[in-house]
């Protein structure tokens, strides 16, 4: 018998002993776009197994109208709660009224929305605009006052963490009159877009010559402008410095290789403190804080990326 299968009856045991009743949770997940979002699902199915909640996923392919369909189906299934990784910020007053209504506690995972906050129970997520601000600062004291051109790949336009991440980074370069964002384009938080519009971006600037550095909003389009960078003949990592965000395995492979300078960690275990919210919740009604705040931990080829690398490329990345 596997520890998994020794976990799943260890649960399936309480519940019959009257322990705990099965929890059922509704997921209504964004997609797939990046290796981080794929680790988050697979680390929360991981965590719902652990604990026997009985885990309902709905993957919305990227599209905010799949995600409001999934809610709705949730709360006529009558789940317990719902997690909710919200593919945009704006749009979700009404649904997640229709949730409150039913009593039905829904919890944000790792993006945030522009709804009032009594209609979600709490939010597990980072700080966007410091992970931004962690990256801008970075590149500040990294071109010591050199000039520096910098082209900019944001998230999913409309999301949280495109809107976020962009705010923190002007702020990170601030006073750094030194450092210009001269490019910046939505590659929509994916590896294919990412290198597509940076070949664009490439190509506006003299092939690049003119470009220091880029900062992608997240580890998958700076994976795939690596790539770009190196069809266009120059070195990533040397010839345009490059820095983003997630901490994912292939980053911490491209630093290693010398071909990436720096990443912001988000931790794609959102569930567990999510988890944890809401089975405290269920147990004697305590009520979580608004917003439950995950670390944002800078990493540089200081910091052993291949061993980073090998630590991390097992967990559902
Ligand atoms: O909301 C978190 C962001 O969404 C991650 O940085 C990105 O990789 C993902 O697609």
Redesign the pocket.
Known sequence: MTLKTLLSAAAALAITAGVGQAQTVGFSQIGS??G??AAETTLTKQQAEERGIDLRFSDAQQRQENQIAAIRSFVAQGVDAILLAPVVATGWDSVLEEAKEAEIPVVLL??QVDSPDDLYLTAVGSDLVHEGKVAGEWLANTVKGEDCRVVELQ?TTGSS?AIDRKTGFEQGIEGHDNIEIVRSQTGD?TRAQGKEVMESFLQAENGGQDICALYAH?D?MAVGAIQAIKEAGLQPGEDILVVS??AVPDIFKAMAAGEANATVE?TPNMAGPAFDALEAYWKDGTVPPKFIQTDSKLYTPADDPQGEYESRKDLGY
Do not use: M
Request: no cysteine; glycine share 8%; aromatic share 14%.
């Open positions: 776009e990046s981080w979002r790792d993006r998230g963490p938080f997240n998958d965000i997630d988000l």
